[in-house]
């Protein structure tokens, strides 16, 4: 990452909520090729969160804190705060002595920009501020969160229009914090119900949602030069798992997660 930061755009995409074995299962049957293309080897790689819910799951994230590979380790760090001890900060993780990613990237010369998505990022309360307020600029409206049938593909319009404001050669950390995965999400599926309400089926579509839109914001992160982007969840949810729903709890539909990170070359299309 030390070859990266400095020189490439870089993306943090989190698919708040998405289960692995629903993105597992819908890129191996070719629901969502505008993901699958760019995930190596076409498949999404099998990893454990740093948090249970979204609130704990980003400021560990932010810290460098990414999704864990779901193997023994210890795992190589992309990004980590300095701190003595590390057992996974490595030669090529990009070291900070800040205590957080986006104020590193600020100092390193990015404008970091996040666009939210659930509750967390609507800085309405307080606490909804705390993680916009790590950003140089942040934006959250309506529109973006989990109630809109559109939020996605409104959240990519803001993306493509902060893009196309910024001066050529200014570097660009862009956090997008999708919500369409978040219940509720029935009405993502065509003839569900509001009273029959969410289910792993309504997840489903709503990832095929994203994926309909996701070519846009790739498109409008490499128009100016080659970006680094990581999409993953930040947790997953149950829907009935075990007698579980939803998430803040420790069960494997929670616990495990999708992860990817790629190039995405100058000018790369949609």
């Not at 579509?205 to 498109?219: N, P, S």
């Not at 007698?243 to 070359?265: I, K």
Request: aromatic letters at 10%; charged letters at 20%; proline letters at 7%.
């Amino acid at each position: 990452m030390n070859a990266v930061v400095g020189s490439d755009d870089l993306l943090l995409v989190t698919l708040d909520t998405l289960r692995f074995d629903v993105a597992e299962e819908l890129a191996a049957a070719g629901r969502i090729p505008n993901l699958a293309r760019r995930l190596p080897g076409g498949v999404w790689e099998k990893r454990h969160a740093p948090g249970s819910f979204t609130y704990a799951s980003h400021q560990a994230m932010f810290a460098g804190f990414l999704p864990t590979p779901a193997a023994p380790g210890p795992h190589p760090r992309l990004f980590a705060a300095r701190f003595a001890g590390s057992e996974s900060t490595a030669d090529g993780t990009f070291v900070h002595d800040t205590a957080d990613l986006p104020s590193a990237l600020a100092g390193a010369g990015y404008r970091t920009v996040c666009i939210g998505g659930v509750g967390f990022f609507n800085r309405r309360p307080p606490l909804g501020s705390v993680l916009p307020a790590l950003f140089q600029e942040s934006h959250w409206e309506p529109g973006f969160g989990v109630a809109s049938p559109t939020s996605f593909e409104e959240q990519v319009a803001r993306a493509e229009h902060v893009v196309a404001r910024l001066p050529p050669q200014q570097r660009l950390f862009l956090f997008v914090n999708v919500s369409a995965l978040h219940q509720p999400n029935w009405f993502h599926l065509p003839g569900a119900t509001a009273d029959a309400g969410d289910s792993r089926e309504t997840h489903a579509a709503a990832l095929e949602y994203v994926d309909r839109h996701i070519g846009r914001l790739f498109a409008a992160v490499s128009s100016r030069r080659r970006c680094f982007a990581i999409v993953c969840s930040d947790h997953g949810t149950a829907y009935g798992d075990d007698g579980y729903t939803g998430h803040r709890l420790g069960h494997e539909s929670v616990w495990t997660v999708p992860y990817a990170h790629f190039f995405l070359d100058a000018g790369a299309s949609r």
